[in-house]
């Protein structure tokens, strides 16, 4: 039975990263892990703490999308961390910790996954998972901030009729990205581990080296795309991102700076939005 014990995923975690874990809950069944934890006392400066769900009842994505997972069929976690200082740029903070999933995917032997800026997780041409990167609201000397991330691990063949039925976003499951799935538990391991070292790695020197990472795994580059954003709609040609993150997208006119906005690709308006 793929299941997830707290203490066996406390007790696996390595010992120099558990020292720096404040609280680590599992919930059969809760709201969204990434709403539960912003509404939890922040962890101190430099230290973590972790939700993990088997459901979410209403798991929220990107730009005020849902997350949906059936019960036991994925990855739904949410780690919390304080940064000791308040400048941090968000939208690059999700690239690095795109790369850190990856790095922890590659480290259960599982390849050739790549990012859809900002915070697509994409295999086979499909979503095989998201990130949502919040901010904790409030006065405080430090920032903390919430990233969940929901990655699909086996997912029921109705949620597959349901994607060609409807013509949804095409969706992949780590099943059919290796014979051997890691269980539930193995995957929270990896993903915390290198989660924690993304934010640590990131609060020192921001987005840069993660940069040439990167572009070794940026699922948009060269591709023709639309850009809806706050200032209107762009079409181009995807260039890769800034030593921000910000995603350059070369038009007919000009060269532009995105730093947030829905992605979709010219050929496949309906894909991976
Ligand atoms: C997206 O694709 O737009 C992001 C999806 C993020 C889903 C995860 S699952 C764990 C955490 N809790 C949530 O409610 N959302 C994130």
């Not at 069944?29 to 979410?56: C, H, K, M």
Request: aromatic share 6%; glycine share 10%.
């Amino acid at each position: 039975m793929n299941t997830l014990d707290p203490d066996n995923i406390r007790q696996t975690i390595s010992r120099a990263l558990g020292a720096r874990l404040e609280i680590l809950e599992v919930f059969e069944e809760i709201e969204s892990t990434n709403s539960y934890l912003l509404d939890q006392p922040a962890p101190p400066p430099g230290w973590f703490r972790v939700a993990l769900a088997d459901y979410q009842t209403a798991g929220r994505g990107r730009l005020n999308r849902t997350w949906q997972s059936p019960p036991s069929s994925g990855l739904c976690l949410s780690m919390a961390y304080t940064f000791r200082q308040m400048r941090v740029k968000l939208p690059g903070l999700t690239l690095a910790l795109g790369i850190g999933v990856i790095d922890a995917l590659r480290r259960l032997d599982i390849s050739g996954i790549r990012l859809k800026w900002p915070n697509d997780i994409i295999a086979h041409g499909g979503k095989l998972g998201g990130i949502l990167t919040e901010a904790c609201q409030g006065a405080r000397k430090n920032l903390t901030v919430v990233t969940g991330i929901g990655l699909n691990v086996d997912l029921p063949d109705a949620m597959h009729a349901l994607e060609k039925a409807t013509m949804m976003n095409k969706i992949v499951d780590l099943k059919r990205c290796t014979d051997n799935p890691p269980s539930r538990e193995q995957l929270s391991v990896a993903v915390i581990e290198s989660l924690f070292d993304c934010m640590v790695k990131f609060e020192a020197d921001g987005f840069v080296p993660f940069h040439d990472e990167w572009k070794k795994v940026d699922w948009l580059s060269g591709r023709q795309i639309i850009v809806d954003g706050a200032d209107g709609r762009c079409a181009g040609t995807a260039d890769g991102v800034d030593d921000d993150g910000a995603l350059i997208i070369q038009t007919d006119h000009d060269r532009r700076r995105i730093i947030n906005g829905s992605i979709t690709l010219q050929s496949a308006p309906g894909d991976i939005a």
